[in-house]
Each structure stands twice: as C-alpha cells, then as structure tokens.
C-alpha cells in the first residue's frame, strides 16, 4: 500500500486539478460556446480531446520535455507567439457563429484531434501542466510520478470542463434568438482575446 504521505500528496495534486480545470479559460470559454452553438453531444468529442490532449503533455512533460525547453530557451516565445496567433484565430471563428446547429462545413464543433492538439499551444494548459509537474512529487520513479499526475489529472478534467459544454447548452433556449446569440458569441470572442493579453505583456516585458 501507498503511506500516508503519496497518498496526501496525490489529493493535493487532484485539488490542483481541478482548480485548474473548472475555472475559466481559452478552453472552458470555447466550450462554453460549443455548448451553446451546438449542443452537449457534439460538444463530447471536444471535451475528450482537451482531457486526452492535457494527459498526454503531462506524461511528455513529466518524462522530461520540460528539459527540452530549458535547453532551448527560445522555444518559449515560439510557443507564445503560436499560442497567441490561434487564439485569436479561434475568437474570429466563435465571433463568425451565427446561427444554432450549424451544420456546413466550416462551422461545426471542435474535433477530438484539433480539440487534443490545441493544448500544446494552449497557454493556460502549458502552465497547469509544468506547475503541477514541479510541484507534487507522488514518487521518486520519474515514469510512475508522470503516469500518477497524469491519473489525477484524467479523474477530475473531465466532469470539471464538461459543467461549461452542459451550461452553454442550458443556454440555447435563452440565446435562440440570432441577436441574443450574435451578442454572446462576440463576448466569448472578447474573452478569448483577454486571455491572450498576459502572453502580449509577456513577450513586449
């Protein structure tokens, strides 16, 4: 059996979690939106991607990535820049959202992989990863202490981002209304810019 302390340290580690996983975000934001604009059912396969996408950098940075970017500082700002850039890419296309249930082709949830891959250039996703990495120690294996953080991130992201998709779709009823809809789709919009504001001061400091 695990003593006293891991065990500790693995609930401390999954308070973390969803601290970082419930409150707001570039992710919790946009399935805020998909949740109005599409539903909780296709909203699924977005949900799942940012979980998947989130254990996988986790194990990466917990098996050592994270030395990578120490080596190579540079890639810091590479990464910023990327993060920036689709973020703002992502706001134009949730402002563009007219209409609930859209069906064509280029307006339509976020898949599993694009959902998955947005993490690695998701800052706020980068920052819970290689704080929660540093910060709890659950064992002094480095593949073991990776797949433990990887597990207590797995057990509460999911439910924790899946209360904005089911939000968003309490919402459809209130905002089925092209106006009402148009509005709220430009504030989350706007909230997606803002969260781009700290890597601005960041790269301009």
């Known amino acids: 059996m695990m003593p006293a302390l891991p065990y500790a340290a693995f609930f401390a580690a999954m308070t973390f979690a969803l601290v ?11 399935l805020l939106a998909s949740g109005v604009n599409f539903g909780f059912r296709r909203t699924l ?3 799942m991607g940012i979980t998947s996408g989130c254990i996988v950098m986790m194990l990466a940075i917990g098996l050592g990535l994270g030395q990578l970017f120490a080596r190579v500082p540079v890639l810091y700002p ?5 993060s920036a850039g ?3 890419y992502l706001a134009w ?14 307006k339509r949830p976020m ?3 694009q ?25 002094d294996n480095l593949l073991i202490n990776a797949l433990l953080l990887a597990a207590a991130f797995a057990l509460v992201n999911l439910p924790s981002i899946s209360v904005w998709a089911a939000f968003g779709m309490a919402m459809r009823r209130l905002l089925s209304r092209p106006s009402m809809l148009r509005v709220f789709n430009l504030m989350m919009a706007a909230l997606l810019i803002a969260s781009t504001v700290p890597t601005f001061w960041h790269g301009l400091s």
């Open 20 to 30: 970082m996983s419930i409150t707001p975000g570039p992710n919790n934001t946009m």
């Open 45 to 47: 396969p977005h949900m």
């Open 78 to 82: 590479v990464l910023e820049i990327a």
């Open 86 to 88: 689709y973020l703002l």
């Open 93 to 106: 296309k949730i402002a563009a959202s007219d209409a609930l249930s859209v069906e064509s082709a280029d």
């Open 111 to 113: 898949t599993f992989l």
């Open 115 to 139: 959902a998955a891959a947005f993490q690695w250039v998701n800052p706020k996703a980068w920052m819970m990863v290689v704080t929660g990495v540093t910060a709890f120690r659950l064992d």
